[in-house]
């Protein structure tokens, strides 16, 4: 004999510690790249995103802090499990793997210690989707859930074995975009907005690229016109009945002077000086296959010292230097950032909001710069939105919000 199943209103799932009550309807949590939370009041503020001002005057708009370091993949990561990077190990788009004495991309899915919120949902039965812009988030994002899962970036190589759908380009009816552009992101609302037409997954999960923020400050033409697209496929997502529940993975901000130039602390030749060459180790957590646009320039490093070195003396010269905001013992950061200690080094070093961190100038190409440097990584990009197409209750106004509370708000309190 089989019972009915329950009714959807009492079903939910758990995910690392917390519960997720079951979509009502059709949810789509989007993580726009590098959005400052500017950029979209200067986009409705301009009028040329009039389904972002809708959100913002009858859904819910509140602002909430990224994971530090403010990068990519720890706060995607954050998002998809709700919980910080001490929990699901990603701490970095890169970090040093000191077992192994080797510096590698965290890409790959085993370094991952949790389960997703995502595969919680597909693994309960609910039909998820999955796209990221670019394909470097897909498989950790992916990770043990049967769903939809592709990137714009490959969207021309899918298998119904490995993404769980084929044909993406016939259906968006848009070529394959160029990984460095803006085009990159629209494939990915473009193609969110074809799946949810027809095949209507319960829960969808949309990630950016920050292309067009690494280049262009919030109020720009070329910014409103993003925001602008956006707001577009929002709207039609929106119009297809979906929650609509938008935040960010870190801000952005110039790390620039007063002349455009940028202004980076080179601290491997500072620790090579201090200690002499090669006897510390400065890891940019920020470095991904895709440099052009940042240079691997962030405002976030850490660094592997030699056993004898003098932790207190070389922390308290590190703060004399200008630009810098925090530094931290390792044990010091994974309690103030949530940080999974044996991911990072001796040393945590964050720089203020002009300026970022670079090992040494020959390591740094900075020729693909084509516009004075933007970038994140600190404490200065810790503050994204948290945007809703509904009304939320019994949320805590006094309560810090975290981007990663964005599951639990959108199915636990949206109205
Ligand atoms: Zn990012």
Request: charged residues 20%; proline residues 6%.
């Amino acid at each position: 004999m089989t019972s009915a199943p329950p009714p959807d209103s009492d079903r939910s799932i758990s995910a690392n510690g917390r519960r997720y009550r079951w979509m009502d309807r059709p949810l789509v949590i989007v993580c726009v790249d590098g959005c400052e939370p500017d950029y979209i009041n200067q986009a409705v503020h301009a009028g040329v995103a009039p389904f972002l001002a809708k959100m913002c005057e009858a859904g819910t708009s509140m602002l909430g802090d990224c994971v530090v370091p403010s990068f990519t993949n720890p706060n995607n990561l954050s998002i998809v499990t709700g919980v910080l990077p001490a929990v699901h190990g990603i701490c970095g788009n890169y970090f040093y793997d000191r077992e192994a004495d080797e510096e590698v991309m965290m890409n790959d899915a085993k370094y991952l210690r949790a389960d997703t919120i995502l595969a919680g949902f597909a693994n309960a039965g609910a039909k998820v989707a999955v796209i990221t812009a670019k394909d470097k988030l897909r498989t950790l994002l992916g990770k043990g859930m049967k769903a939809i899962c592709f990137s714009a970036e490959k969207a021309d190589q899918l298998s119904e074995e490995g993404n769980g759908i084929t044909g993406v380009l016939e259906l968006v009816g848009k070529p394959l975009p160029s990984v460095y552009s803006a085009d990159l992101s629209e494939f990915v609302f473009a193609a969110g907005a074809k799946i949810m037409a027809k095949h209507r997954p319960e829960l969808m999960y949309l990630s950016t690229t920050d292309y067009i923020q690494h280049k262009h400050a919030p109020g720009t033409p070329s910014a409103n016109a993003f925001y602008a697209m956006m707001s577009r496929y929002l709207g039609e997502l929106d119009a297809m009945g979906a929650t609509i529940a938008l935040t960010a993975d870190h801000g952005m901000n110039a790390k620039t002077d007063a002349a455009g130039r940028p202004q980076i602390l080179f601290l491997q030749d500072w620790f090579d000086a201090q200690l002499g060459a090669g006897k510390a180790r400065v890891i940019l957590p920020v470095t991904d296959p895709y440099v052009a646009h940042h240079g691997s320039l962030g405002s976030f490093a850490t660094a592997y010292l030699p056993e004898d070195a003098d932790l207190a003396a070389l922390s308290e010269r590190l703060r004399q230097l200008p630009g810098i905001e925090a530094v931290l013992s390792r044990a010091e950061a994974a309690a103030r950032f949530g940080l999974p200690g044996d991911r990072i080094g001796d040393i945590v070093i964050v720089s203020e909001r002009l300026y970022v961190i670079g090992t040494s100038p020959s390591r740094h190409d900075l020729s693909g710069l084509d516009a004075p440097l933007r970038s994140h990584g600190g404490l200065s990009e810790q503050t994204v939105p948290l945007l809703f197409n509904r009304r939320l209750e019994g949320v805590a106004a006094d309560r810090r919000w975290r981007n990663f509370d964005i599951f639990d708000l959108a199915l636990n309190h949206a109205g």
